[in-house]
Structure formats: structure tokens, C-alpha cells
Antibody, heavy 116, light 106 residues
């Protein structure tokens, strides 16, 4: 079945970087864009950007430009999201989600805690 | 930047119809999607392209989009439908989410 499995929880200090992975299975990885969406505690969904797994091309939300990098490794059908210069308000659950006219499959989420 | 506005909460009794609105400038010219999110779980797509249901989504979920407002409707609301609901649209290669509406089934 179609599945996105994300890496485990992370605890980081302010100023550090975090890299979250999203392993896709059950479909052709390069056929669909992958989005990254985050959700701070008690807050709504916030779009961070997307990557075209076929070309590697990216679109980032303006808010994260310069701090976020989305990449992929097609040989292992995995997408990555790296966020740098972490702040306490980056504490959130980070999700990957496949795009097929709507985000139809989501990863289980990766909790990133930023604390000194 | 483009904004989508949702009321913070909606309450209905079991069996009644729940309606969720999502407002944005000329939203009817874009496609709207809707997501259901229960506590501690990842979001689930319930409506895409304004009114299409993914496989496995019950027929009681329906959607429409016209003018400045998209609407998600749950007919015959069940206790299991209690969740947060988010609308989403595209604007200039950017995804925008509404702030979400919490559905309480009394």
C-alpha cells in the first residue's frame, strides 16, 4: 500500500539544523510532488514548500526562503527537508505529504523540539 | 499574501448537517481541498478539486466552491466526525491553508 514513513523525533538547540526524512513506498516516487507541512503545538497547518522528486525542483514558502532545503534521493525513494538556524518557534510536528490534486497521503509526522 | 478564513468552531448534534465555510478573495476561481484531522493524527484528505471525494471517504462528505467561499458539508454527522477541518487552496505556486475549524458533535 502507499505509505510515507518519516524519521524519528529530534531535539535540537537554537541555531542548529534538523534534517527530516520521508521514505515513500507503494507507488512510483518520481510521479508525484512531495509537500512539507508543519504544525506547531495547538496551531494549524503551515505549508513549507514542495519538491518535484523527478527533477529535484522546489517551491518554498516565502517565510522559509533561505532557511529550508528540500532534496530527494530517488535511489531510495526518500525525500528530505532540512531547516537551519532553528528557533524555539520552530518546535512543531513536520509532515511530508504526497500531492495528487490534494495531499492524499501523509507521513506520520516527525516532532522537532527546539530547546536550549 | 493570500489568506483563507475559517470560523474557529462549529457545533452540531448527531444526525444533523455540519457546514464549514472557507473564505478567500475569488476563491471560486481556484480549486479547494479539505482535510480532516483528529487529535494526535495526521490530516486526511476528504475533498479535493472543490467537490471530489477520495476513495474511502463516506458519501456524507460533500463540497462546493463559488464566488469567495468554499463550503464543506457533512450530512448526517456522526460522533466519529468530531475533528479539526482545514481548507486549502493554491495561490501563485504557493499552498495556503485556512486556520481550521473545530467540529464538536454534541
Amino acid at each position: 500500500q502507499v505509505q510515507l514513513v518519516q524519521s524519528g523525533a529530534e531535539v535540537k538547540k537554537p541555531g542548529a539544523s534538523v534534517k527530516v526524512s520521508c521514505k515513500a513506498s507503494g507507488y512510483t516516487f518520481t510521479d508525484y510532488y512531495m509537500h512539507w507541512v508543519r504544525q506547531a503545538p495547538g496551531q494549524g497547518l503551515e505549508w513549507m514548500g514542495r519538491i518535484n522528486p523527478n527533477s529535484g525542483g522546489t517551491n518554498y514558502a516565502q517565510k522559509f526562503q533561505g532557511r529550508v532545503t528540500m532534496t530527494r534521493d530517488t535511489s531510495i525513494t526518500t525525500a528530505y527537508m532540512e531547516l537551519s538556524r532553528l528557533r524555539s518557534d520552530d518546535t512543531a510536528v513536520y509532515h511530508c505529504a504526497r500531492d495528487t490534486d490534494g495531499m492524499d497521503v501523509w507521513g506520520q509526522g516527525t516532532t522537532v523540539t527546539v530547546s536550549s | 499574501s493570500y489568506e483563507l478564513t475559517q470560523p474557529p468552531s462549529v457545533s452540531v448534534s448527531p444526525g444533523q448537517t455540519a457546514s464549514f465555510t472557507c473564505s478567500g478573495d475569488k476563491l471560486g476561481d481556484k480549486y479547494a481541498s479539505w482535510y480532516q484531522q483528529k487529535p494526535g493524527q495526521s490530516p486526511v484528505l476528504v475533498i479535493y478539486q472543490d467537490n471530489k471525494r477520495p476513495s474511502g471517504i463516506p458519501e456524507r462528505f460533500s463540497g462546493s466552491n463559488s464566488g469567495n467561499t468554499a463550503t464543506l458539508t457533512i450530512s448526517g454527522t456522526q460522533a466519529m466526525d468530531e475533528a479539526d477541518y482545514y481548507c486549502q487552496a493554491w495561490d501563485s505556486s504557493t499552498v495556503v491553508f485556512g486556520g481550521g475549524t473545530k467540529l464538536t458533535v454534541l
